[in-house]
């Protein structure tokens, strides 16, 4: 059993728990945002190329696609994460826990994310895609080669931004039992009133997102051949 006396920043539970809590919330983080970025960029795709005017225009697809899409975004994460619960349990075998985390993570973020996939290709100047079809581009070559390229660097920032709110959505979880820094300033910071461990969950996780944003602006300007 851990004390839980101890002077500021000096808690046992600080010593035994924070680093634990920090992975979790890491690992919950980079996983979802691995699949996010993979389902998300081929939602994004097929958006674009489905649209009016698009590669491969389908109105069909293209609204039902949307409407998934929307749908998906407005849902509030907790209530999300509740209301798929039975799904959840069903592939993860429970709902505790970071592991489980996954998978809600990951359902609301691919619609958040395959909406910023849709802007930043969108945003590519449209001369360069008539010149790829005026030089006889494939309609691969021309969504990877052209598109997909020319918005690498904002693809990058969005992902970064993405992963920002995965972080956000992952501390939420942790009410739900989750786990992660979200649980340990829940369970300690704020039920225990242990002012030290909120801080210091809060702190880290200022730390977390500062990191990502800095590496996603650093990715970006690589990137950038303009």
Same mark, same amino acid.
């Given at each position: 059993?851990?004390?839980?006396?101890?002077?500021?920043?000096?808690?046992?539970?600080?010593?035994?728990?924070?680093?634990?809590?920090?992975?979790?919330? /890491?690992?919950?983080?980079?996983?979802?945002?691995?699949?996010?970025?993979?389902?998300?960029?081929?939602?994004?795709?097929?958006?674009?190329?489905?649209?009016?005017?698009?590669?491969?225009?389908?109105?069909?697809?293209? @609204?039902?696609?949307?409407?998934?899409?929307?749908?998906?975004?407005?849902?509030?994460?907790?209530?999300?994460?509740?209301?798929?619960?039975?799904?959840?349990?069903?592939?993860?075998?429970?709902?505790?826990?970071?592991?489980?985390?996954?998978?809600?993570?990951?359902?609301?973020?691919?619609?958040?994310?395959?909406?910023?996939?849709?802007?930043?290709?969108?945003?590519?100047?449209?001369?360069?895609?008539?010149?790829?079809?005026?030089?006889?581009?494939?309609?691969?070559?021309?969504?990877?080669?052209?598109?997909?390229?020319?918005?690498?660097?904002?693809?990058?920032?969005?992902?970064?931004?993405?992963?920002?709110?995965?972080?956000?959505?992952?501390?939420?979880?942790?009410?739900?039992?989750?786990?992660?820094?979200?649980?340990?300033?829940?369970?300690?910071?704020?039920? @225990?009133?242990?002012?030290?461990?909120?801080? /210091?969950?809060?702190?880290?996780?200022?730390?977390?997102?500062?990191?990502? @944003?800095?590496?996603?602006?650093?990715?970006?300007?690589?990137?950038?051949?303009?």
């Amino acid at each position: 059993m851990i004390a839980l006396s101890g002077s500021w920043f000096d808690n046992t539970v600080i010593t035994h728990n924070f680093w634990p809590a920090t992975v979790e919330t /890491l690992a919950m983080t980079l996983i979802s945002t691995v699949l996010s970025v993979v389902l998300g960029t081929i939602t994004g795709l097929v958006l674009v190329g489905t649209a009016k005017g698009g590669l491969f225009p389908n109105r069909v697809v293209n @609204q039902i696609l949307g409407a998934i899409v929307n749908v998906g975004r407005s849902i509030p994460f907790v209530i999300l994460m509740i209301a798929i619960s039975p799904l959840t349990k069903i592939l993860a075998g429970t709902t505790i826990g970071w592991e489980a985390t996954i998978f809600p993570l990951t359902v609301a973020a691919t619609p958040f994310f395959a909406r910023l996939v849709e802007t930043n290709i969108l945003g590519v100047d449209q001369g360069k895609v008539e010149a790829a079809k005026m030089m006889g581009a494939t309609r691969s070559q021309i969504m990877f080669g052209v598109l997909v390229r020319e918005a690498l660097p904002a693809l990058i920032q969005s992902i970064a931004v993405l992963m920002i709110s995965i972080i956000g959505f992952s501390a939420m979880a942790g009410v739900l039992g989750a786990g992660g820094l979200g649980a340990l300033a829940m369970n300690y910071g704020y039920y @225990q009133f242990m002012t030290d461990v909120m801080v /210091l969950t809060v702190v880290g996780i200022i730390v977390i997102v500062e990191i990502v @944003q800095v590496v996603g602006d650093m990715l970006s300007r690589l990137v950038d051949h303009r």
